[in-house]
């Protein structure tokens, strides 16, 4: 029995830390991979929260970093889930720097993220779908779509790649 279908808006997240020193390049930017964990922290939890089960990180699909995000701003994170499939789940994630001192707001990256269920015996649980009810989530859950499959190909590619690395020659 599939889970009740859920809407994004019930499991969307959002988190704000401050940028310190200890997080930033010696131009005093934030540094990329402090930007990245906390992007799969937020769409975890996210995941997490529509799923209602444990889940993994399965893929990061896309993240471009726009803009830079500097020592004493805060970043915001804004996770959303943009589709489900059977067992797996897209989350999008925004990220903004905010001014401390204006609140002045500029994007600053852009993430999809693919989390799996995923239980200590191994099997995976069903995924409640997505209840998607503007134009903006419909689009939102196709680009998903597409996402997904240009994923699953290079998966595919990647994994007959590596069967024929460890095919035995004659």
């Known amino acids: 029995m599939s889970p009740p279908p859920k809407t994004s808006s019930e499991s969307a997240t959002e988190m704000v830390e401050v940028v310190l020193p200890n997080d930033a390049n010696p131009m ?3 540094l990329g991979g ?3 964990h906390l992007i799969d922290i937020a769409a975890a939890i996210t995941a997490f929260r529509h799923a209602r089960a444990p889940v993994v990180t399965a ?3 896309s993240l471009e970093f726009l803009n830079p995000i500097k020592v004493g ?3 915001v994170l804004q996770a959303r889930i943009t589709a489900t499939f059977n067992t797996s789940l897209e989350v999008e ?3 903004f720097s905010e001014e401390a001192l204006t609140g002045r707001r ?3 990256s852009r993430a ?3 989390f799996v269920t995923l239980q200590r015996d191994g099997k995976r649980e069903r995924i409640p779908q997505l209840l998607v009810t503007t134009e903006e989530e419909k689009a939102q859950q196709a680009a998903a779509h597409v996402r997904r499959a240009e994923h699953l190909a290079r998966r595919a590619s990647a994994v007959q790649g590596a069967q024929r690395k460890q095919a035995p020659t004659d």
Do not use: P, S, W
């Open 28 to 30: 005093g930017f934030m």
């Open 112 to 114: 999809y993220l693919t």
């Open 93 to 95: 994630v925004l990220v």
């Open 73 to 75: 701003d805060f970043i």
């Open 106 to 108: 500029q994007l600053t």
């Open 59 to 61: 893929a990061v699909d």
């Open 34 to 36: 402090a930007v990245m």
